[in-house]
């Protein structure tokens, strides 16, 4: 068994199986916009593969990023979904003020968290202060244009609060001999199917 299909098993904590496999059955409706918002079973599918990924990542992001937590006051999670990523950093980080961002049917069905505040919104529209904008697996939603458009707002907003903008992205690489393989490639085709115009991208 191969790093990657270990990934596809449905018994370990860290499986990437609802966001690999469950959303193909869907594949049709993806182009049709506001779907997940429309049907409750297609959005809790989406949440879950998304606490999946949180898990995985937030693994690695705690320990290589430990110093730079530590000066944080209050953080906000853009695309946050279920706050799997916030509950992670509340759970070590308890004097960071926390704020789940992210659109209104998603917070809506979203468990409360001790610690982390659930705002409902539009990522494009102004977000809810910090000093910290956090984006986990959100820039390759979309295309070139719209990355440029989000981190030229969220810049102005942080240089005025003397912050920082903490993202965490994929980048495709030459190289699979590594635990993560072709996973660039695999998540591009993922953005395929589930965004129009999102993608992976190289450094």
Known sequence: MTHISKWLLHNSDLSLAPMILELWHYLSQCVKEHFASQNLQFNNFFNEAIECTAKIVMKTTMSHYKEGFDSIRSLVDVGGGTSGALAEIVKSYPHIKVINFD?????????????????????????????????????????????????????????????????????????????????????????????????????
């Open 103 to 203: 659109l209104p049917h998603v917070v809506a069905t979203t468990p409360m968290c001790e610690g982390v505040i659930h705002v409902g919104g539009d990522m494009f529209d102004p977000i809810p202060n910090a000093n910290v904008v956090f984006m986990k697996w959100i820039l390759h939603d979309w295309n070139d244009e719209a990355c440029v458009k989000i981190l030229k707002s969220y810049r102005k907003e942080i240089l005025d609060k003397n912050g920082k903008l903490v993202f965490i992205v994929i980048f495709v690489q030459e190289d699979d001999n590594n635990i993560f393989g072709d996973m660039g490639l695999v998540f591009d085709l993922l953005m395929f199917a589930h965004t129009t115009g999102g993608k992976e991208r190289t450094e």
